[in-house]
């Protein structure tokens, strides 16, 4: 049973930093791509960034790129989210996602909150 759990949230000033950890178990790592996502209240769920299993490329919403920087450790079967200059506009809670494209598996972890407050 696919398990991923999210860590590293809290509160944050302005211009902060925090960085995000992604564990997961029970999956076969080299099959799914992880990707971040944030929510907050009233609004979708969007995707942050991703980070591709097979050729490691990363994909970046346009409202981080360049502050955030996300990355796996194969061997740990784990991903993280460095995030930089942060903005109130960057709270919500943050979910990492696991896909695995030969089936569309996606499992979610519970998620964490940031906030981004002075």
């Known amino acids: 049973q696919v398990q991923i759990a999210e860590s590293g949230g809290g509160l944050v000033q302005p211009g902060g930093s925090l960085r995000l950890t992604c564990s997961t178990s029970g999956l076969i790592w080299d099959y799914y791509h992880v990707a971040w996502f944030r929510q907050v209240p009233g609004k979708e769920r969007e995707a942050v960034g991703c980070v591709n299993k097979s050729d490691g490329s990363i994909f970046y919403s346009d409202s981080v790129k360049g502050r955030f920087t996300i990355s796996r450790d194969n061997d740990g079967k784990t991903a993280y989210l460095q995030m930089d200059d942060l903005k109130p506009e960057d709270t919500g809670v943050y979910y990492c996602?696991?896909?695995?494209?030969?089936?569309?598996?996606?499992?979610w972890g519970p998620g964490t909150q940031v906030t981004v407050s002075s």
């Open positions: 996602n696991a896909y695995r494209p030969g089936d569309a598996t996606n499992s």
